[in-house]
């Protein structure tokens, strides 16, 4: 849910499915099951609506929607968040229930519900047999924010980590958490790093406002920063940050212009991919500079805004919320801006991940 976008979400409409039949081609990457070889598609839906949903793409471009439920005969929850795959396991963030679904990652059989020792759950990451989700609290108290320390073999929250306002993403790396304080409902401008083997915060790390996007490449942290938009009354333009993990150092910024606010930051074969409205920029990690032009853009497509992004094997995913109620698209281009496949799938597409 990007609390930016919440005024506009309504009540949706009834979501569908496509179901196609294909050939299985005996090859040595043997399906797990249903849900193997492709893309699974959280649609966030609309808050409060309980419409939250899961699409899957297949490596043939087949397309399922509302996979969860045809399985279990159960809907999701509110607001889809997040979904985090470890092992066999798909661990599927709902913010607005509170919970998370946890299922087999290939058929999508729901395993287990956690729910207690969470409150207003945001992403997760995975160390060893231990899952760390971020948590919001009450997002109109500044101080009870944590990540959630669970125990994968018991599904039980077995520790809280208090942290500071809003944590958003996190990743892991090295026994190292790095979560990123976009700040809930305020404006937070700062990374968070977490031992895991004492479950304690042991750096902060000072960034751009409102850092949206966190990855790690070459023992190096890219943290993308949205900047605060215009009607904050305070705007600041957006900053990609560069950290050096080794000492937690920050080794450059780039600075954008005061109206530029990035997003959906994406470091595929060495290259930096972003977002900015409908344009999409791309950079070598090597580089000093911003791009001064975009890769490409799909305003043309009718898209303005993307809400979510991600960069696979040779191929841009962009998921476009519409009107934040009815069921939203994907669009599938090449690295050069062409386009290959569109598809109709549920409310809010949020995010995408791999499932091989």
């Known amino acids: 849910m990007k609390i930016n976008k919440l005024l506009l979400m309504a009540f949706a409409g009834s979501l569908f499915f496509v179901s196609c039949s294909s050939d299985d081609d005996s090859s040595s990457n043997e399906p797990k099951g249903s849900y193997d070889n492709g893309v699974l598609i959280l649609n966030e839906g609309g808050f409060q609506q309980d419409n939250s949903t899961i699409s899957f793409l297949s490596d043939e471009n087949v397309l399922q929607n509302n996979i969860f439920y045809l399985v279990n005969q159960a809907d999701l929850g509110d607001v889809g968040q997040d979904i985090g795959l470890h092992e066999d396991y798909a661990y599927i963030v709902l913010n607005n229930s509170h919970k998370i679904e946890v299922a087999n990652r290939y058929t999508m059989e729901k395993l287990a519900t956690i729910s207690n020792g969470l409150d207003n759950p945001r992403y997760i990451a995975f160390e ?72 304690t915060v042991t750096a902060t790390i000072a960034v751009g406002d409102v850092p949206d996007a966190i990855a790690e490449e070459n023992g190096r ?136």
């Open 221 to 356: 942290l890219y943290v993308m920063s949205e900047g605060k938009a215009a009607w904050s009354g305070t705007e600041t333009g957006g900053r990609l940050t560069v950290i050096n993990l080794a000492n937690n150092s920050v080794v450059t910024s780039y600075n954008f212009a005061q109206t530029a606010h990035p997003a959906n930051m994406v470091i595929e074969d060495e290259k930096l991919y972003y977002t900015i409205d409908s344009d999409i920029y791309v950079m070598n990690l090597t580089d000093n500079d911003l791009p001064a032009v975009p890769l490409f853009s799909i305003v043309n497509q009718g898209v303005y805004g993307i809400y979510a992004f991600e960069v696979e094997d040779g191929k841009i995913y962009i998921g476009d919320a519409v009107d934040y109620s009815s069921n939203g698209k994907v669009y599938i281009y090449s690295l050069t801006g062409t386009l290959q496949d569109s598809y109709t799938v549920g409310v809010i597409p949020a995010g995408f991940y791999f499932n091989d």
């Open 128 to 199: 060893d047999n231990r899952g760390y989700v971020t948590n919001w609290g009450d997002p109109t108290d500044t101080q009870d924010d944590f990540v959630a320390v669970i125990d994968l073999s018991t599904n039980a929250v077995t520790e809280t980590i208090p942290v500071a306002e809003g944590p958003e993403r996190i990743i892991e790396e090295n026994g190292k958490l790095y979560v990123a304080h976009k700040g809930g409902y305020g404006y937070g401008n700062t990374i968070s790093v977490i031992n895991t083997a004492t479950n």
